[in-house]
């Protein structure tokens, strides 16, 4: 099990505040760590992730605004719906999990862990560190450890530094075994639910699961303790009444765990970045950024992007991704590009398939594969002409 790393090495963390600017950074949160697994090679989104940089800000002073996200009625929606489950010390959540979900649980100790000493302006640390405390004495089987714990903050290593989730979430403890919960909007209709949103909800529970079995790991408990089954509490139907199911979220925590690996850590990314680089949006006395839009983009075209179609529904800057990457073959998504073998640009596809060009070593493979669909194509035509 990889080990949570302590922190960002000082030369480190001001090298990402100087490539934010100076404002708070975006944190991340299991939606940003999950888009983050999916293109793993993309150096663009995981340094401005990790710096902290507001990218749909960011987008949209570049003049290519994001075009995805809740509205503030969905959100608004969503906030009270969980307002309403986590009422009362959780009650119609317990509920739930008694009544649905057949789990005994005759008595709940429930923790909510937002805040710890009650101040608005608390450390990621300071979270962290009661959180863990509480989970580790649930997991220590202690006698008056709890049984619900409410937004606990969770850490993750991504990309070799350590970042904290700020979740939506409860975790469930019963008889020494952690659940996580999930409380969602989305409305289960006649007991199926939308596909996509039940499959962006289990990889976001994954990345608890992980957190947590990570967590559990570094102080000696066995990591399996946290279920691989999580619990999706949505609306019923038309009405708010809340129903809850279990998702196996196994093959969504096998491609965390792959991608995660695969990513390169963000010290070799800033290596290879310009030192002066920054994606600063200080603005002046008339809240206007003080720097010309064109610098911004420049300062973007300093990290190589891995722009595929699939970016379009995670990820804030796709569409100036997208303009950047015409032409190239990587716009034609993964697989495509993965089965030209590396090829950059889709006119030198073209070329090769018509033999205009010289295939280089590296590419006669692809080239000769690139002719045989060329006169498979030809004679497909002329016979339907």
Known sequence: MTSISMGTSRSTAERLAAIRGGVQPKRHNART???????????????????GVDKQRLAAYVDFPARFGQSGFAIARGNAFEAQVLASGAAELVKLLRERLGLPIPEVAYD??????????????VRYARSRALLLRAAAGEDDAGTLFDHPLLALEVA?????LEPDLIAFQHAGRFHVVEIKSFAVLDGQADPGKVSAAAIQSAVYVLAMRQMLAEAGHDPEIVAHDVVLVCPRDFSNSPT???????????????QLGRMTRVEAMLAALPANLSFDLAPDADGVPTRAPEALVDALHAIDARYAPDCMSVCELAYFCR????GCTAALGTAAREELGGIERVETVLGLARGELVPAEEQEEAAALLRNAARLRAEVLAAAG
């Open 160 to 164: 070799g530094q350590r970042v904290y």
């Open 244 to 258: 809850a199911v279990l998702v196996d979220v196994r093959k969504q925590l096998a491609v965390l765990r792959r």
């Open 323 to 326: 303009a950047e990457a015409r």
């Open 112 to 125: 909510d862990l937002a805040t710890v000493t009650g101040r608005e302006k608390e450390t990621p640390e």
């Open 33 to 51: 760590i999950a888009a983050l697994t999916r293109n793993p090679g993309c150096a663009r989104r995981a340094v401005l992730d990790t710096a």
